[in-house]
């Protein structure tokens, strides 16, 4: 069975794995970003106590935050080196609660189906072939009545030029060549994925960001940056 994964994208992130907790590196935008997912996901989630999958952890940022709420949090990722990342950070920080392991929504899904309270997959859907295979992946790994949130980038002109043109080359936030612009969703695709796989989808907000003051906030505005949030039926 072929894997649901681009080598490209994967020897992409693997080179800047040992960059990974540098707050002022090239993932500065992920830490940035995520207290502000964080908070998302806990107001409609409660994580204490809660059984967690983070699809393609990376190296762990959004997982170990989670299990620092008190979350019992599984990371997958195909990429091994920012795996080993997150496996070392987590253990020098003494975070509990956490586990990772190289695989695929996909292999996880037909192994554990419906083990989770929680399932997230936040800034990997633009990365691999089959983003819907990951949406399905993704609602079958939730328990009934569990939650399922997305994170991703809105395929048109002022996508192109916030996303690529504006933060790989001229403020250089992101390494360049980071995103190809064929690959963001539009929210109406993840939205028709989402319900295809028996996903109700609860809530849309965009992310926005100003370059002068660095902030970034929720809005109603999902024309660059946006998240889904679902519930899986009881």
């Not at 936030?173 to 963001?184: M, N, W």
Request: hydrophobic share 45%.
């Amino acid at each position: 069975m072929s894997v649901n994964a681009d080598p490209q994208e994967l020897a992409k992130f693997s080179e800047l794995a040992h960059r990974w907790w540098d707050e002022h590196g090239e993932f500065r935008p992920l830490h940035a970003i995520n207290p502000l997912r964080l908070q998302w996901i806990e107001a409609l989630a409660p994580l204490r106590g809660s059984r967690v999958l983070d699809v393609g952890c990376g190296g762990g940022i959004l997982a170990e935050s989670m299990a620092r709420h008190g979350a019992q949090v599984l990371g997958i990722d195909l990429a091994a080196k920012p795996l080993k990342v997150a496996q070392l950070h987590a253990l020098d920080s003494g975070v509990e609660g956490l586990d990772y392991r190289e695989a695929s929504a996909e292999s996880l899904a037909a192994e554990q189906p419906a083990s989770f309270d929680t399932v997230t997959c936040m800034e990997m859907l633009e990365h691999v072939p089959d983003p819907a295979s990951v949406v399905r992946s993704c609602a079958a790994l939730a328990k009934p009545g569990g939650r399922v949130f997305f994170s991703t980038i809105h395929r048109n002109a002022k996508a192109f030029v916030y996303a690529i043109v504006g933060a790989e080359h001229v403020l250089n936030l992101l390494p360049k060549g980071t995103h190809e612009y064929a690959k963001f969703i539009r929210p109406s695709e993840l939205a028709r994925w989402c319900r295809d796989a028996g996903l109700d989808v609860l809530e849309l907000k965009g992310m926005q960001y100003n370059p002068i003051t660095g902030r970034y906030w929720l809005s109603g505005d999902t024309s660059v940056n946006y998240l889904v949030a679902c519930a899986k039926p009881q």
